[in-house]
């Protein structure tokens, strides 16, 4: 799944607006704001960094790993991932 695709289900599972998050981001001690969450979920934005994806996964409880396995499948290059890949 694309990596904006399961942050904008998993923000709509959890039934909360981008400013919720903001604040209970902040509380976390990320600093964003919702504009950038809307372009992540939105896909207009590559994927945020393993620090705030941690916590996006805590805020919206679920599995960070998952999180950021679809955030590094976007991030790596087709050809590093198959070597990746094709190593196992």
């Known amino acids: 799944m694309k990596y904006s695709t399961l942050l904008k289900n998993s923000i709509n599972k959890e039934c909360l607006t981008l400013g919720e998050i ?6 976390s001690g990320q ?3 919702k504009a950038y969450i809307s372009k992540l979920q ?11 994806n941690d916590a996006l996964a805590a805020v919206l409880n679920i ?3 998952e999180l950021k396995a679809a955030a590094y499948r976007e991030k790596i290059s087709s050809d590093v991932l198959e070597r990746i890949i094709g190593a196992n």
């Open 22 to 27: 903001e604040e209970k981001l902040k509380d």
């Open 31 to 33: 600093k964003t704001n």
């Open 42 to 52: 939105n896909g207009k934005l590559p994927p945020a960094g393993d620090k705030l």
């Open 63 to 65: 599995d960070p790993v």
